[in-house]
């Protein structure tokens, strides 16, 4: 089986104070973009569209069947939010883009981007795969931990704040209003979205 290297630049905007972790991106042939989250079926940007513009098509290109990066970089390097994934190099074990068909050959250097996002106040893990990566390499208590829960854990001198929330994949039976809940009310608590926060 061929060893992936991951195909994008990790995405990390110096004011960066959400770190988004996915595990690794579907294989090319399903993408409808060269960026993160490329699947024309995949719900991350109708989410982000749907809590902070009231329309989960925002970021979507629906005549052309894909997003609009043109508006969605400027967005995300506005609000600070940084985007990467927890594997660095994979094998897929049967050729789907699923977690349970991942093999990770080398993960991403997580200290490392933390390291680069001073002002990093929380990290959200989107799927099963990247919470077990993340919290066994900072040896994070994730038992018990329910939809919308975040654990605090500690790197370097900060406190930090891990976020489980429903991943955007279609695959995850959800309606993209109700995933949307979830992740509003993370960025409500991390001061993205409204006056609360860290």
Known sequence: MDIETHPFEPWLPK???LLLLGT????????CMDWYYPNYTNDMWRIFG??????KLHFVDEENKTYRLSLLKPFLQEKGIAIFDTALRIR??????SDKDLEIVEPADLDGMLRSLPDC???LAAGQ???KVFTGHYGIDARKMKMGDYREFSFEGRVLRLYRQPSSSRAYPMKVEKKAEYYEQMFKEIGLLGESGL
């Open 50 to 55: 749907y809590i902070f513009f009231g329309d």
């Open 121 to 123: 106040k929380a990290v």
């Open 129 to 131: 795969l990247a919470t």
């Open 92 to 97: 897929r074990t049967t050729g789907t883009a």
């Open 15 to 17: 004011n960066g104070r």
């Open 24 to 31: 690794f991106p579907p294989a090319p042939k399903r993408w």
